[in-house]
């Protein structure tokens, strides 16, 4: 009996033994967790280390393009001239003005321009004395004063448009019998002036030389001067002629 129970005990001792040594890994008896996607994450670990978060970058922007600059008309100041004869028109700007105007209308067609006033005979004025432009007692520079009233006008005739307009007219101008046909530098009229009675009256301004101005401009020059009045501040001679260069 006693032996059958030594027996018996040392077969569970064995089996005991044989069932701790051969038994799986209490972790690999587990079932494998599964790892589901967390809201936020762009990709999720496989163990237990924290998890990274989105590194998704924001989408680029397109660069913004530069600050444009405010743009400002560039106001020239006034010539020196204009800046001391502020009751005057500045005859810079007159040009500039004159320059930036098309030569023809769109349409190409030109406005008709009256005939000139009649001339008077060039031989009534043949032998009245040429006073010279400066110099002590010379008239000159009043009448080249009292002249600046008809700048405005005169510069009108340098406009490409204007001198289309009277070139319509062909060679109507008037003209001294010496007149010198040159093509370079400004015009040159003969001014022939006479008293009126507190100023004075430009009879006619025919031309001593063309320079390398256009019929047009000297017919509109013309239109301009020819029978014109104006205002001087002293009394001056009763006829006299005088020399004027026609430029802007």
Known sequence: MKTSSVVTLALVATLSGAWFFTRPPEDSARAPEV???????????ADDRPA???????????PSAPATP????????????????????????IRRALDAKPALPPDGKLEPVQPLPAAPAPEAWADVEIVPAFGAGSPAPSVNAALAALRPRLMTCFEPYEQARYAQLGDAYSRLEATQASKIGPAILMLE???EGAGVR???????????????????????????????????????????????
């Not at 790892?35 to 670990?45: A, D, I, K, M």
């Not at 405010?70 to 700007?93: G, L, M, N, V």
Request: net charge neutral; with cysteine; hydrophobic share 40%.
């Open 35 to 45: 790892s589901t996607p967390r809201p936020g994450l762009s990709w999720v670990q």
């Open 52 to 62: 990274v978060a989105d590194a998704t970058l924001p989408a680029p922007t397109e």
């Open 70 to 93: 405010a743009t400002t008309t560039r106001q020239e100041p006034p010539s020196k001239w204009a800046a001391a004869h502020p009751e005057r028109p500045d005859y810079r700007a």
């Open 193 to 195: 002036v006479e008293r």
């Open 202 to 248: 430009l009879v006619d301004a025919p031309i001593e030389s063309t320079g390398s101005a256009s019929a047009g401009l000297l017919n509109c020059a013309q239109s301009v001067l020819r029978g014109a009045s104006l205002e001087v501040s002293e009394k001056l001679p009763e006829a006299f002629r005088m020399r004027m260069a026609l430029k802007p």
